[in-house]
């Protein structure tokens, strides 16, 4: 009996290991996904204090500005992620562990020289048209807007790349460092009483470029042969044209709002939908959150033909974005008189009527980010594309008219319209593809 318990000791010992190694690499599994929201939290609230800030700190119509600038550095982000970053991450996820790094480091350097490249004519283009029509905005905005852009794209390049290489540790020091730039940024300008649509744009685009850094160095981050350029941009197009036309048409009726504010009810009209919006970014961001770390996990499962395991995912995701964003809209509504006064200054009023508005908007939003997610993981560009379109359509006409018969409510509400369209549209494409692999 003695010695089988002797014999049986190491045995016993690996035994406990294996057990306790289980238990960890399961903690770890539930912690891991913890580490893409914070970071993208963190980023959401360095955001969100550049907003206030300028609410705070400056007239109304130079906060429209910097959403307006903001918008075009966003729209460079949708056409990085429609043509690049969405089709690299699907494709990497096919890849080995070695060629999936390689694979993304050459296209990464690749589009931060095309993005130098396009900035850098963008802005030169818009500074030489305000020198004919000076109501664009004030000198130097073309510059500030884009290099916001380019460095928005570098940061999100690099938390791509995280996702798809799985390394987690890779994505928290660049989004910690994206947040310190912020931070220290806003600090400069307040101290020196700077604030601005224009510096507070730089201020986004060198936070953004030194997480670029903080990953790759700068002299190994550049692509400088034209021929590699062209083969990128080549390779790119060739598996991301659908993507990118999905990607800005579904920008142009997500955002096409601001422009259609702007023109028709002013710069001040456009702060206040903004700054009321600005109230519900954390869960713009969070939805951002989820879908580049579960694209690659919907990619696998697209691949292994797992339409089941895809729909209870996507439906999961969509009941618990939808119960955080009803908690989030109950508390932005009870606590909107503080926030008119404490956070906005007194300068704008119906918020609560707003606040509602914008909550209907942003679950419309969450449904049709999921299920759109969902789609890509199919492959269904050129689907999405035409759903994108139609939507686009309904944007468009809806918002218009609600913002002429309802003013700000009305354009909030004519956005929620299109949102609503796109997301049932986009679930019953992807139900559908899952009912083909069950």
């Known amino acids: 009996m ?84 969405g089709p690299l991450i699907v494709r990497a996820s096919a890849l080995a562990p070695g060629g999936r790094a390689r694979y993304l480091q050459w296209n990464a350097r690749a589009a931060i020289a095309w993005w130098l490249g396009l900035a850098a004519a963008g802005a030169l283009l818009w500074e030489a048209l305000e020198l004919r029509s000076p109501s664009l905005g004030p000198r130097g905005f073309g510059f500030a807007t884009a290099f916001a852009a380019v460095g928005w794209i570098a940061w999100d390049l690099q938390r791509a790349q995280a996702f798809a290489l799985e390394r987690l540790d890779r994505l928290l020091w660049v989004d910690l460092t994206y947040i310190a730039g912020i931070a220290s940024g806003c600090a400069v300008l307040w101290t020196a009483d700077s604030l601005s649509a224009s510096a507070a744009l730089i201020c986004v685009g060198v936070a953004g470029i030194c997480a670029w850094i903080a990953v790759a160095p700068v002299a190994a981050s550049i692509e400088t042969k034209v021929s590699r350029l062209r083969r990128a941009l080549v390779y790119w197009w060739a598996r991301g044209r659908w993507s990118l036309a999905s990607s800005q048409i579904t920008w142009l009726q997500s955002q096409g709002y601001i422009y259609l504010v702007s023109a028709l009810l002013g710069l001040e009209a456009l702060a206040k939908v903004s700054a009321v919006r600005l109230l519900f970014a954390p869960l713009a961001t969070l939805l951002a959150a989820w879908t580049k770390s579960a694209l690659p996990r919907l990619s696998q499962c697209a691949a292994a033909g797992q339409g089941p395991e895809i729909r209870a995912l996507l439906q999961r995701a969509s009941m618990l974005l939808l119960g955080t964003l009803v908690l989030w809209a109950c508390a932005v509504v009870a606590l909107s008189g503080w926030v008119a006064q404490r956070l906005f200054a007194g300068k704008y009023a119906d918020l609560p009527v707003l606040s509602l508005c914008w909550g209907v908007a942003f679950a419309a939003s969450l449904l049709r980010g999921i299920w759109q997610t969902g789609l890509r993981a199919f492959g269904g560009f050129a689907v999405a594309s035409r759903i994108a379109a139609v939507a686009f359509l309904v944007s468009a006409s809806a918002t218009c008219l609600g913002a002429l018969v309802f003013r700000e409510r009305g354009a909030v509400l004519g956005v929620a319209v299109a949102e609503l369209t796109a997301g049932v549209l986009l679930a019953r494409t992807v139900l559908g593809h899952c009912q083909e692999q069950s």
Do not use: K
């Open 2 to 85: 003695g010695t089988r318990d002797t014999d049986g000791e190491p045995a016993d010992a690996a035994l406990g290991a294996r057990r306790t190694h289980q238990v960890h690499s399961a903690a770890w599994r539930r912690f891991r996904y913890l580490i893409p929201l914070c970071g993208q939290a963190g980023s959401s609230l360095a955001s969100l204090a550049v907003g206030l800030l300028l609410i705070r700190a400056t007239a109304p119509s130079e906060y429209g500005l910097y959403v307006l600038g903001m918008s075009l550095a966003l729209y460079s982000s949708s056409i990085q992620d429609g043509l690049v970053s």
